[in-house]
Nanobody, 126 residues
Framework: QVRLVEYGGGLVQAGDSLRLSCEVS????????VGWFRQAPGKEREFVAA????????SHADSVKGRFTISRDNAKNTVYLQMSSLKPEDTAVYYC???????????????????WGQGTQVTVSS
């Protein structure tokens, strides 16, 4: 069984930085590709970033490119989302998701993932 727990959400001001963490509780977490998604009030959940098993391949949504960076530390079974230059439109519940390795280095669709965390709220005030 795979369990994901997100940490690090909170209330910040526009322009601030925040780092989210996703702990993947499985003995072979290094075999899982991981992604971050977010859902703002009244909107559908959207892709934010994804990272390959080894951490060398990454993808970021256009809306966060240059401001957010996904990374992972397999020794700590943790995937991070470093967020900088935060904007009010980044306000959302942020979820991490994981899946076993497949044909791709990383995955950007919700349906690609089988395991999800409970989410952590990020609120950016203007």
């Amino acid at each position: 069984q795979v369990r994901l727990v997100e940490y690090g959400g909170g209330l910040v001001q526009a322009g601030d930085s925040l780092r989210l963490s996703c702990e993947v509780s499985v003995s072979t977490s290094s075999m899982y590709a991981v992604g971050w998604f977010r859902q703002a009030p009244g909107k559908e959940r959207e892709f934010v970033a994804a990272i390959s098993v080894g951490g060398t391949r990454r993808s970021h949504a256009d809306s966060v490119k240059g401001r957010f960076t996904i990374s992972r530390d397999n020794a700590k079974n943790t995937v991070y989302l470093q967020m900088s230059s935060l904007k009010p439109e980044d306000t959302a519940v942020y979820y991490c998701a994981a899946r076993n390795t497949g044909t791709g280095p990383y995955y950007i669709r919700e349906t690609d993932y089988g395991y999800w965390g409970q989410g952590t709220q990020v609120t950016v005030s203007s």
